[in-house]
Every structure is written in structure tokens, then in C-alpha cells.
């Protein structure tokens, strides 16, 4: 889970590979009406992300068995809520950064929906896991093996 440019995607695959589990990009589950809306630069509602996270959920729970990865922004505890719903096992890696490395990120990004814009508004959404939540937050600093190498080490507990 975080922001957009926090690494969510390249880690998630990463992490996927090395825990020999599927892996699922969030974005993907997007209707064409959410994927218009974040490219003309319009923060999503809740009522547009209800049936992204539920098409999510629905994937955790197809593979709650074997496990997977999926690399979801899940920005406030009610999303999160929404895909514990599922029943599957869960456990949030927060992948936490400050605002200006994520935005010189985004800056170098090509080919994706988000535009940088939007990352304000990201942040003033975040709201970072609580203590009673089953996660951890990682440091996004470093390069994507470091960072996925931080992901593995907060998953052992």
C-alpha cells in the first residue's frame, strides 16, 4: 500500500517472485470510468473505488489458499477494512517515503494514468496503518531490491 510512485508495483512484483506467490497489479481492476477520471487529473471518491476494492477483495479471496501479492494504494483504514472483508489472510506493507523523493519518482514515470498532480492529494488522504492493523511500513528509499529486501524482513515476524 501508498502513494502513487511509491514503488508499489515494481516492489509487489519483486516481492511476489521471491515468496513464489501470484502477484496482481490494483490498477488493473480499475472500470474505464475510474482510469478517465484519475488521467484528467480528478481525485477518485468513494463511491468510485467501492467497486475497485471490491474487485480486488474478490481476488484476495480467490487466492487466500496459496497467498499473493497485490500492489494496492488502500490509503485509508476503510479501504483496508473493505479488503480484509474478504476473509484472506492479510498483511499491509506500507511503503512509506517523503512526498518530495516519491514526486521526483513520479517525474521520471512514463506511460501511467496518474499524473503527479494528484499526489497531494494522496498524501492528504494517507492515513498510515494503526497499530491495531496487521502490517508494517518500509522505507521506500534505496533501490528496488533494497526496499523489497525490507518488505521480506518486516514479513518474518
Known amino acids: ?6 514503488g508499489k508495483s515494481t516492489v509487489g512484483e519483486l516481492l511476489a517472485e521471491r515468496l513464489a506467490v501470484p502477484y496482481a497489479e490494483a490498477d488493473s481492476f480499475h472500470p474505464p470510468e475510474n482510469i478517465r477520471k ?11 473505488r467501492r ?3 471490491d474487485a480486488i477483495a474478490a481476488w484476495l479471496s480467490e487466492h487466500a489458499e496459496r497467498g499473493g501479492v497485490v500492489s494496492c494504494s488502500a490509503l485509508r483504514r476503510r479501504y483496508r477494512e473493505r479488503l480484509r472483508a474478504s476473509g484472506a489472510p492479510m498483511f499491509f506493507l506500507h511503503l512509506d517515503g517523503p512526498e518530495e523523493l516519491i514526486a521526483e519518482r513520479l517525474e521520471g514515470r512514463k506511460g ?5 498532480s494528484l499526489l497531494r492529494s494522496q498524501f492528504a488522504t494517507l492515513e498510515p496503518l ?17 526496499v523489497t ?4 524482513a518486516a514479513l518474518a515476524p
Request: aromatic share 4%.
Open 1 to 6: 500500500m501508498g502513494v502513487s510512485g511509491s
Open 38 to 48: 484519475m488521467s484528467a487529473g480528478t481525485p477518485l471518491d468513494d463511491e468510485d
Open 51 to 53: 467497486p475497485w476494492l
Open 112 to 116: 501511467h494514468f496518474m499524473p503527479r
Open 130 to 146: 494503526e497499530p491495531d492493523e496487521r502490517g508494517a511500513a518500509v522505507a521506500v528509499g534505496g533501490n528496488p531490491q533494497e
Open 149 to 152: 529486501d525490507r518488505a521480506l
